[in-house]
Nanobody
Framework: QVQLVESGGGLVQPGGSLRLSCAAS????????MGWYRQAPGNQRELVAS?????????SDSVKGRFTISSSRDNGKNTVNLQMNSLKPDDTAVYYC?????????WGQGTQVTVSS
């Protein structure tokens, strides 16, 4: 199994920055892609960014040039970070970490990001 623990998030003014982190533990060597999704009230959950173990990165069009995803592996944990710059009110949502592995799909508990003045 894979366990995901998220941190970061919070309230920020438009134009500000936040950094989300997701630590994966357990069967981390079976993971082949990790990413961040978000869901705003009344909307479907959507992909924000993902990164494969081979380093292939995908961004949604709405965050390209503003968000950066990165990953590292250390001490038995995979960590995926999402640096979010130039935040807009439309970025307000619950952000979920996600992993795909040979043992299945795992979701984090979600962390709220609110962009408001």
């Amino acid at each position: 199994q894979v366990q995901l623990v998220e941190s970061g998030g919070g309230l920020v003014q438009p134009g500000g920055s936040l950094r989300l982190s997701c630590a994966a533990s357990g069967s981390i060597f079976s993971i082949y892609v990790m990413g961040w999704y978000r869901q705003a009230p009344g909307n479907q959950r959507e992909l924000v960014a993902s990164i494969t173990t081979g380093g292939t990165i995908t961004y949604s069009d709405s965050v390209k040039g503003r968000f950066t995803i990165s990953s590292s592996r250390d001490n038995g944990k995979n960590t995926v970070n999402l640096q979010m710059n130039s935040l807009k009110p439309d970025d307000t949502a619950v952000y979920y970490c996600n992993s795909h592995s040979r043992v299945g799909i795992t979701w984090g508990q979600g962390t709220q990001v609110t962009v408001s003045s």
